[in-house]
């Protein structure tokens, strides 16, 4: 990390950013990076399963084989988000835990355990926040296509109606899908991501087949209509996109240029048809120019437009983006940050989270969640040991000043989940980068709170933030 401190214009010394009464606080997690237990009690293989399993494809050869061990280990793990005084903790569902092939057969033991989950955590008082899809696609659809095969979607509207049927009142806010645009260009595009292909002309299909099932699935839950345990709110539904603002590398026109397309492609291609009904014209050009055609019916805008009741948001960086003329695929680059970063090299810059809370304001009202908002840095124990990760602190104080000024600003933001409540299997990084607020030693897996973790059951006992000299 370089040496400039990590601030947000917006904190001030002397302020105290007080949240809202009903601000949900909490912490995120997905099934792949922490659940382990990879082909126990009937559980199924997934992409990430065949994809760690595949030599070269992670760093050190990890696999989430055992993870965090999380399975086994879950009422430790729910212990200690009670002790954090965490309100909400968002985790996934494994697709393969509870249907192995990705067909109608369930395999009992996977609805057992996320019983089990969902119970402690209604036991101590955390509301339970789902995603039904984390990247973690059943091999054997994969093997039938993947999300190139539109069959996938319908697929997955069946799996998600089945798991909101049995878990649907005792989860207030459910998420369909995390992060499509990671699922299609990192998986399907630049192949670091599972399940590993590049193959460029076969991206809008993917982006349209995981929205159209996105779409499906929300009409399942309103078929479904779950009613509320008696102490907890109506149940409702949304998706989690991944926002990385795009700014131009220097006020060049090519760069400013570039940096739009890239909005284009990674954000407007998802909020247009979501929340418009409608992909936009000038990415579909894009994409006809490199006779890459978007293969629809009549209906499927409509149903990728559902009314959603909420919008999860994962903001981490900024990039910063230059033009290029040699690559006839894509005309953009990015351009390495020269501030401070964290270990996975991405810059710390706290106004994108706020910059990412008025793009989504400009597409709806609804409210609006961080789902994840975190950073990797190198944490190792002291000999005493404590693990004092100041960096993190200041990165987390620094965004959550930004959402402050989003909330002043009369922006519909509801809560914040920091990534991770646990050190976790980091996909194709291994288990090198460390987002969390838990250190795990994955030799022994034992759990050691980081000062981070202290600091953060500090910021929910008090609704808000100190000055940061005093946090």
């Known amino acids: 990390m370089g040496e400039e401190p990590i601030t947000s214009s917006y904190d001030r010394p002397g302020r105290h950013l007080n949240f809202p009464p009903d601000f949900l606080w909490g912490a995120a997690t997905s099934a792949y990076q922490i659940e382990g237990a990879w082909n126990e009690d009937g559980k199924g293989a997934s992409i990430w399963d065949r994809f760690c399993h595949t030599s070269g494809r992670v760093e050190g050869g990890a696999t989430g084989d055992v993870a965090c061990d999380h399975y086994h280990r879950y009422r430790d793990d729910v212990a200690t988000m009670a002790a954090l005084g965490l309100r909400a903790y968002r985790f996934s569902f494994a697709w393969t835990r509870l249907f192995p092939n990705g067909d109608s057969r369930p395999n009992p033991a996977g609805f057992d355990f996320y019983r089990r989950l969902i119970d402690a955590l209604r036991e101590h008082g955390i509301m339970p926040v789902a995603t039904l899809y984390h990247w973690d696609l059943p091999q054997a659809l994969q093997d039938a296509g993947g ?3 539109r069959d996938t979607a319908y697929r997955f509207a069946d799996y998600a109606g089945r798991v909101i049927e049995a878990f649907g009142s005792d989860v207030p806010l459910w998420a369909t899908i995390n992060e499509p645009v990671l699922i299609a260009f990192a998986g399907h595009v630049l ?3 599972a399940p590993g292909t ?3 002309w076969q991206v809008l299909t993917i982006v349209h087949h995981l929205l159209l099932g996105h779409g499906l699935a929300v009409q399942a839950f309103r078929d479904i209509a779950p009613r509320p345990a008696s102490d907890l709110p109506e149940p409702g539904i949304g998706i989690v996109l991944s926002v990385r603002p795009s700014y131009p590398a220097t006020p060049r026109p090519a760069d400013v240029r570039a940096a739009q397309l890239m909005d284009l492609l990674t954000k407007q291609l998802y909020f247009a048809p979501l929340f418009r009904g ?3 014209p000038a990415a579909l050009t894009f994409f006809r120019r490199r006779l890459i055609p978007l293969k629809q019916q009549p209906d499927d805008l409509q149903i990728i437009n559902q009314p959603l009741d909420f919008l ?4 981490y ?3 910063l983006i230059a033009a290029r003329s040699f690559n006839p695929l894509i005309s953009i680059r990015e351009v390495a940050p020269t501030g401070p970063t964290t270990a996975m090299g991405w810059e710390i810059y706290p106004p994108c989270l706020y910059d990412v809370l008025k793009l989504a304001a400009s597409y ?7 789902t994840e908002n975190g950073a990797a840095f190198p944490d190792q124990p002291q000999p005493d040991g404590t693990i004092n990760d100041q960096d993190r602190i200041a990165y987390l104080h620094a965004h959550l000043a930004e959402a402050h000024r989003a909330i002043a600003d009369g922006i519909n933001l509801k809560g914040y989940f920091v990534w991770s409540l646990l050190d976790n299997f980091e996909w194709e990084e291994g288990y090198r980068p ?3 607020l838990i250190h795990v030693d994955f030799k022994t897996l034992q759990r050691t709170w980081k000062q981070s973790a202290t600091w953060y059951r500090d910021v929910i006992a008090r609704n808000g933030l100190r000055v940061i000299g005093n946090s």
Not at 312 to 315: A, I, M, R, S
Not at 364 to 370: A, G, H, K, S, V
């Open 198 to 200: 590049r193959r460029f």
């Open 312 to 315: 999860g948001l994962n903001v």
């Open 147 to 149: 999300w190139v095969n």
């Open 317 to 319: 960086s900024r990039a």
């Open 278 to 280: 409608h992909y936009p």
């Open 364 to 370: 709806t009202d609804i409210p609006l969640y961080i």
């Open 191 to 193: 192949g670091n991501k």
């Open 434 to 436: 460390r987002f969390g």
